[in-house]
C-alpha cells in the first residue's frame, strides 16, 4: 500500500506557513479543553469550568516545554546542540511524551500548589483529557510521514517516503489507535466510578506504558540512537519501565495510605482558605 502523500502544510498566506503537525495540538487541546469543562460542570465534581480553563493553560505549557525538551535531550541532543534555534522549530517535529509528561506534571505541581488541591485530585481530573491529544498527535505524525515501523508484508503495510522501498508498518497508525482511542475509553469508563486518589492516573500511566512498549516491537528506533540493549530495546520501552511502575503503584496502593493522604490534602486546603 502507498502512503497517501499529505503536504504537511495545511495553509499558506504568503511567507506564513499553517502546519497540519501543529493543528493537531490544536484540536487535541480543543477536545482536551472541551471535555474539561464537561466534565467540571457535573453536579458530583467538585470543579467548576473557570478553573479548568486555568489548569489546561499550565498542562499546555507543561506539555510544549516538557514534551519539546524531554525530545532535546532523550532522542537528539547532538543536533540541538549544533544549531540551538532547531529547538523552537517545533513545525518540523520532535516532542517527547515523557518530556511531555514531566512538563505536565510540573503543571500539576504549580497548580495544585496555588489553588489549594492535592496533586493527585489535579492528576486524576486530567488523565481522561489526555488520550485523545496523543490520538492527534499520532495523526501529525502519519502526516509528517515520521516514526514508522519495520518493514512488514501485512496488506495494510504501507511505503513511506524517505523509508525505502519495501511497505513498513504504519506505527503512527497503531499509537493512534491504542494510546488514543483504546485508552481513553478505557480511562474514561474508569474514572466513571468514584476511585481512590490516584487510581484514575495510575490506569492511564499503566494502559500508556503498556500500550508503547508493545507498539515500540513494530516501530523503528530513532536513527541517532537505536537500540540500547539485546538487540531488541528502544529508548521509548526504556522511559515506559519507571511509568508502568508509578502506574501499578497508585492502583495498588492500600486504602491506609488513600485515608492518611486525604486527611492531609483536607487540612492543607482549609490552611489555604483561611490566607
Same mark, same amino acid.
Given at each position: 500500500m502507498q502512503y497517501p502523500h499529505i503536504d504537511p502544510v495545511a495553509l499558506s498566506i504568503g511567507s506564513l506557513q499553517l502546519r497540519w503537525y501543529g493543528l493537531m495540538y490544536m484540536a487535541g487541546f480543543l477536545?482536551?479543553?472541551?471535555?474539561? !469543562?464537561? !466534565?467540571?460542570?457535573?453536579? /458530583?465534581?467538585?470543579?467548576?469550568?473557570?478553573? @479548568?480553563? /486555568?489548569?489546561?493553560?499550565? @498542562?499546555?505549557?507543561?506539555?510544549?516545554?516538557?514534551? !519539546?525538551?524531554?525530545?532535546?535531550? #532523550?532522542? /537528539?541532543?547532538?543536533v540541538y546542540l549544533a544549531d540551538p534555534m532547531e529547538i523552537v522549530r517545533l513545525w518540523n517535529g520532535g516532542m517527547s511524551f515523557h518530556g511531555g509528561l514531566l512538563g505536565v506534571l510540573g503543571a500539576f505541581w504549580y497548580y495544585a500548589r496555588t489553588h489549594g488541591r492535592s496533586f493527585l485530585e489535579v492528576s486524576d481530573f486530567i488523565a481522561p483529557l489526555i488520550p485523545q491529544g496523543l490520538f492527534f498527535g499520532r495523526l501529525g505524525n502519519f502526516i509528517n510521514a515520521e516514526l514508522w515501523g519495520k518493514v512488514s508484508s501485512l496488506p495494510w503495510a504501507m511505503v513511506f517516503p524517505g523509508a525505502g522501498a519495501a511497505p513498513r508498518h504504519p506505527s503512527q497508525l497503531y499509537e493512534a489507535l491504542?494510546?488514543?482511542?483504546?485508552? #481513553?475509553?478505557? @480511562?474514561?469508563?474508569?474514572?466513571?466510578?468514584? !476511585?481512590?486518589?490516584?487510581?484514575?492516573?495510575?490506569? #492511564?500511566? @499503566?494502559?500508556?506504558a503498556v500500550f508503547r512498549f508493545a507498539v515500540e516491537f513494530v516501530r523503528v528506533p530513532d536513527a541517532q540512537l537505536g537500540y540500547l540493549a539485546f538487540g531488541w530495546l528502544t529508548m521509548g520501552q526504556v522511559l515506559c519501565v519507571p511509568l508502568l511502575l508509578a502506574g501499578l503503584w497508585l492502583l495498588c496502593r492500600t486504602h491506609t495510605d488513600v485515608v492518611a493522604n486525604t486527611g492531609k490534602n483536607a487540612s492543607s486546603r482549609k490552611r489555604s482558605r483561611r490566607r
Amino acid at each position: 500500500m502507498q502512503y497517501p502523500h499529505i503536504d504537511p502544510v495545511a495553509l499558506s498566506i504568503g511567507s506564513l506557513q499553517l502546519r497540519w503537525y501543529g493543528l493537531m495540538y490544536m484540536a487535541g487541546f480543543l477536545l482536551g479543553w472541551i471535555l474539561g !469543562r464537561w !466534565r467540571a460542570a457535573r453536579p /458530583d465534581s467538585g470543579w467548576t469550568p473557570g478553573e @479548568v480553563d /486555568d489548569l489546561l493553560t499550565c @498542562v499546555m505549557i507543561g506539555i510544549i516545554l516538557g514534551g !519539546r525538551l524531554g525530545y532535546v535531550l #532523550f532522542y /537528539d541532543l547532538p543536533v540541538y546542540l549544533a544549531d540551538p534555534m532547531e529547538i523552537v522549530r517545533l513545525w518540523n517535529g520532535g516532542m517527547s511524551f515523557h518530556g511531555g509528561l514531566l512538563g505536565v506534571l510540573g503543571a500539576f505541581w504549580y497548580y495544585a500548589r496555588t489553588h489549594g488541591r492535592s496533586f493527585l485530585e489535579v492528576s486524576d481530573f486530567i488523565a481522561p483529557l489526555i488520550p485523545q491529544g496523543l490520538f492527534f498527535g499520532r495523526l501529525g505524525n502519519f502526516i509528517n510521514a515520521e516514526l514508522w515501523g519495520k518493514v512488514s508484508s501485512l496488506p495494510w503495510a504501507m511505503v513511506f517516503p524517505g523509508a525505502g522501498a519495501a511497505p513498513r508498518h504504519p506505527s503512527q497508525l497503531y499509537e493512534a489507535l491504542l494510546e488514543g482511542v483504546v485508552l #481513553f475509553f478505557l @480511562v474514561w469508563i474508569f474514572s466513571a466510578k468514584k !476511585r481512590k486518589p490516584g487510581a484514575v492516573s495510575g490506569m #492511564f500511566a @499503566v494502559g500508556y506504558a503498556v500500550f508503547r512498549f508493545a507498539v515500540e516491537f513494530v516501530r523503528v528506533p530513532d536513527a541517532q540512537l537505536g537500540y540500547l540493549a539485546f538487540g531488541w530495546l528502544t529508548m521509548g520501552q526504556v522511559l515506559c519501565v519507571p511509568l508502568l511502575l508509578a502506574g501499578l503503584w497508585l492502583l495498588c496502593r492500600t486504602h491506609t495510605d488513600v485515608v492518611a493522604n486525604t486527611g492531609k490534602n483536607a487540612s492543607s486546603r482549609k490552611r489555604s482558605r483561611r490566607r
